[in-house]
């Protein structure tokens, strides 16, 4: 007897997850080195991407139950989609677990709990810039109201599982907004800049810089007011419709005007918005212009490149060597390939000597909130990131991201490295380098 | 499988190293091959070789199906679990456990990363040459099961040249070692060569020690572009036959060389029908005069270029592009069926005409590519497993290409084995006396046929194709 459950299951698989997409894998096995969790499983077949495109086909095929341990298997993927530069078949495995995560969210009972936390995170705070700046203000009371460190002292923050308090305890200081700096006269590109939900809220100082910074190198800067969300959260939890929503109107808020580029600081929303023009290539009203979007998306640190920033670091002095690194985030790395261009800023950065963290371009154990929801795991891929930052003892940790800036943060703190390293975003290790007198 | 002799087998190993879940069962059904799965009961971790023993004795005394398993990527199927049973793993044996810089050898465990034990023993000026393609992530128990070939063979030979002595837990549960750190050793049969390329049919293999080599002190690398797949068989005939051993002589036609280019971005040309990648190793004089003489060779028999590559970095992409090769063909169709064929290097030039003839007979699209110095080609079917009519062109086509492989001196399969895929074939190759001798060493070894059953023998011998010539 087939239950209602699994009839359901199938028919969302069917419905969802594209039969030529996983007709792609062969199966040759490439893709096994490249993933975090097959690694830190001790190679758990069930936890590599051949062995989860194998289940999203079973599933379609009806030829496994849908059970507790097939739900962990997709569960327990990063979504870093290290496998993709490595799969010589070129298949799509984002867009696959990225289906399968809205076949799985729309067939299957959620608790009220669950629905409450979704409705609240994707309707609320992550769909509307407002509501995040007000998410974000709750912070700021928290911080400066002295109610963190009260909490901190009795160890309210107990009662939440240990990684949410280690997340807690790197929380960035938040500043108020500030008033942002005035136009200049363009003279090397016109720059829109995707501010970023978390970035513009609780990374603002970031952003700040990053304007600061590409103006000091001849952009003109502009900010498009109704920007929001780039929607990958959505698109990375099942609810693919939210984030085109989010896409959409995006796509409408940076239409207005031409511009050269159109910049981001964060690693995750970067590879979402290159991929505007892919989600919404079914989309007529929206296919040309999203393609045309995503076209005009760069990196922060390709665009620094791009103006220069290389000759001009070069032409600094420093006498003091200390050591950086640098970690990857997964999605610029094997979304939109940009490994290069990090890396040979931070070679240029006087006062630096850049040593390659091995195995940077695996992921950190972040991966959006990831950490939030397989701690376990996330914890054990961070301890061994942990145990290759301390070989090279550096004295700073650079990342791209937000969530891979605040899970090396976790990592220096779990270790009890704060006097040593520092985790810094790209931009803010720069600004120091370069604009800090 | 009954929950007591379940629960036998997790005293033995220890519950967390038992995978049972339905995910895990599922992970573990296929291999690296198209259109064979099937469910295993248990999938087993075992830490030692006693747990082996153990485990062996279990399935010995519940005749129970036992099939060991590197990292699955098998292109026989000859680590499906087709007649169910347990899934042996070697992600807990998978240490180096000696290098002995005096006799030259490495002595590991079978769950070994060949590339990680690769770069192990470079690091310390040694070499051990066997490079499958899949290396990156194929275990040394594997190649040693499988005696995998790459793209070294024509100098440096394959897996079974290298193994000098081997542990094996046999099918009734015994440990007995074979071989040893020996130059020279005729006591009694050479069973190592049994079990060499045996695919576990004869017993587990627990511990394997390896012949090294002196690293050679320099490598470089030519490539020669053809406007035909002759002219490039031609200048593989004509190096060897100019007392020219390279370490690689790779072979890839226009489909291939496409497909590489699509997925490594290295600038290769779409339009050229053949490239050769010609490597050569040793001391930098008989390096340097032996490109000089290959290119000068390619150029003579017609190539539209052939050069040194520029870099040791660019020498390095040219061969990662050829070891991608099988996997980026399979973006061109849905369903990939790769074949091993291996001629006398004498016929690879007639072999290579054959595989193009029948491609156009029946109608389907091949594209080759393989070590052409050993004569050990891969022609690939591209095609569709939904689309029933045109699987049974490809398959005709596939039997008559082992019928001409077979015709011209060679065999069915080179590197890859017989598994399950190729076993109604193995006929065609051995002849039934041939059959019948190995079958009963098979039986004489494994009587109650728990050690990977289904693999190499097959339940019926696929009926030999008739060519009709000149109809």
């Known amino acids: 007897m087939v239950s209602e459950l699994q009839q359901r299951m199938q028919k969302s698989f069917q419905e969802n997850v594209s039969e030529e997409y996983l007709m792609d894998c062969m199966r040759c096995g490439f893709c096994l080195p490249a993933c975090p969790t097959y690694l830190a499983t001790n190679q758990d077949e069930t936890h590599s991407p051949r062995g989860r495109i194998s289940l999203m086909k079973a599933m379609r095929d009806g030829d496994v139950v849908w059970d507790g341990s097939v739900e962990e298997a997709f569960d327990m993927c990063l979504g870093c989609r290290a496998c993709e530069p490595a799969c010589p078949a070129g298949v799509q495995y984002g867009v696959l677990i990225e289906e399968t995560r809205v076949a799985v969210q729309q067939a299957k009972p959620q608790g009220r709990l669950e629905k409450t936390v979704r409705k609240t995170a994707f309707d609320g705070i992550f769909a509307d810039q407002k509501k995040m700046a007000t998410a974000v203000k709750l912070v700021q009371f928290y911080q400066r109201s002295g109610l963190q460190a009260a909490t901190r002292k009795i160890g309210f923050l107990n009662l939440f599982p240990p990684f949410m308090k280690e997340m807690e305890g790197v929380l960035p200081k938040v500043e108020s907004k500030r008033k942002r700096a005035s136009l200049k006269k363009p003279q090397t590109a ?102 045309r979007f995503s076209r005009k998306t760069i990196d922060i640190s390709s665009l620094f490149v791009k103006l220069g920033m290389n000759l001009r670091l070069k032409a600094m002095e420093a006498e003091e060597k200390s050591i950086v690194t640098y970690q990857d985030s997964c999605h610029l790395r094997n979304v939109n390939q940009v490994f290069l261009e990090p890396r040979s800023l931070l070679e240029d950065a006087p006062g630096f000597e850049y040593k390659e963290l091995k195995d940077a371009g695996s992921c950190c154990g972040s991966a959006g909130i990831y950490n939030l929801l397989q701690p376990e795991m996330a914890g054990k891929i961070l301890t061994s990131k942990m145990k290759e930052v301390k070989k090279l003892q550096p004295t700073k940790i650079v990342t791209s991201n937000p969530g891979c800036l605040m899970q090396m943060q976790i990592g220096i703190q779990k270790e009890g490295l704060e006097q040593e390293i520092q985790a810094v975003h790209i931009v803010d290790f720069l600004y120091d380098v370069i604009l800090k007198d | ?282 001391n930098k004089e008989q390096v340097d005069e032996d490109i000089r003489q290959m290119i000068a060779i390619a150029e003579e028999m017609g190539a539209t270029s052939a050069i040194l590559a520029a870099s040791e970095k660019e020498a390095a992409s040219l061969k990662a592009g050829r070891r991608v090769a099988l996997s980026a063909l399979s973006r061109k169709r849905p369903t990939t069926i790769l074949e091993d064929a291996t001629v006398p290097r004498s016929e690879i030039a007639k072999m290579v005409r054959a595989i193009q003839d029948i491609a156009l007979k029946y109608d389907v699209e091949i594209s080759t590519f393989g070590h052409a110095g050993d004569g050990n080609l891969h022609p690939t079917c591209l095609t569709d497993i939904r689309d029933r009519e045109e699987m049974d062109r490809v398959e005709r086509a596939l039997d008559e290409i082992f019928h001409i492989a077979i015709e011209l001196g060679g065999t069915i399969t080179g590197e890859h084995g017989v598994g399950e895929m190729k076993a109604p074939y193995l006929e065609w190759k051995l002849g039934a006396s041939g059959m019948n001798l190995m079958r009963s060493i098979k039986q004489s070894i494994d009587p109650k046929n728990i050690m990977n059953p289904g693999k190499i023998f097959a339940k019926e011998t696929k009926k030999r194709l008739v060519i009709h010539n000149g109809q």
């Open chain 2, 1 to 282: 499988m009954e929950s007591e002799i379940k629960n036998s087998f997790k005293s033995v190993v220890g519950a967390e190293y038992v995978k049972d879940s339905k995910a895990q069962l599922f992970a573990y059904s296929y291999d690296a091959t198209a259109n064979f799965q099937a469910l295993p009961d248990l999938v087993l971790s075992p830490k030692n070789t006693e747990e082996v023993q153990e485990i062996v004795k279990i399935c010995d005394k519940e005749q129970i199906p036992i099939v060991p398993r590197g990292s699955g990527t098998n292109l026989a199927a000859g680590t499906v679990p087709t007649k169910g049973g347990i899934v042996l793993l070697f992600n807990n044996m998978n240490k180096i456990l000696e290098l002995d810089k005096e006799n030259l050898t490495v002595t590991v465990q079978p769950g070994v990363i060949t590339q990680d034990l690769s770069i192990y023993v470079e690091q310390n000026g040694l070499f051990y040459p066997p490079d499958p393609s899949s290396m990156k992530i194929s275990t040394i128990g594997g190649n040693v099961s499988e005696n995998s070939g790459g793209l070294r063979g024509l100098k440096y030979g394959v897996t079974k040249d290298y193994v000098k002595a081997l542990t094996l837990v046999t099918p009734d549960g015994g440990i007995v070692k074979l071989g040893g750190k020996l130059a020279k050793d005729v006591a009694g049969y050479d069973l190592m060569s049994l079990l060499i390329g045996g695919e576990g049919t004869l017993g587990i293999i627990t511990e394997i020690t390896l012949k090294l080599i002196p690293l050679p002190a320099v490598k470089k690398t030519g490539i020669a572009y053809f406007n035909s797949l002759e002219d490039a068989a031609k200048t593989v005939s004509a190096i060897i036959s100019n007392r020219i051993i390279p370490v690689t002589l790779e072979f890839m036609d226009k489909g291939t060389i496409g497909a590489v280019e699509d997925f490594m971005k290295i600038g290769l040309p779409r339009e050229a029908e053949a490239m050769l990648l010609m490597e050569q190793d040793g």
């Open chain 1, 190 to 291: 016109r720059v829109a800049f995707f501010t970023g939900c978390l970035m513009d809220t609780l990374f603002q100082n970031t952003n700040r810089k990053t304007i600061e910074m590409l103006e000091w190198l001849g952009a003109e800067v502009i900010l498009p007011k109704e920007q929001q969300c780039c929607g990958a959260l959505h698109g990375h939890s099942g609810e693919m419709d939210k984030g085109l929503r989010n896409a959409r109107a995006n796509i409408d808020a940076f239409d207005s005007d031409d511009f050269d580029y159109i910049v981001n600081n964060a690693g995750g929303c970067g590879a979402f918005l290159s991929e505007y023009g892919k989600h919404l290539q079914n989309d007529k009203r929206y296919m040309k212009k999203a393609e």
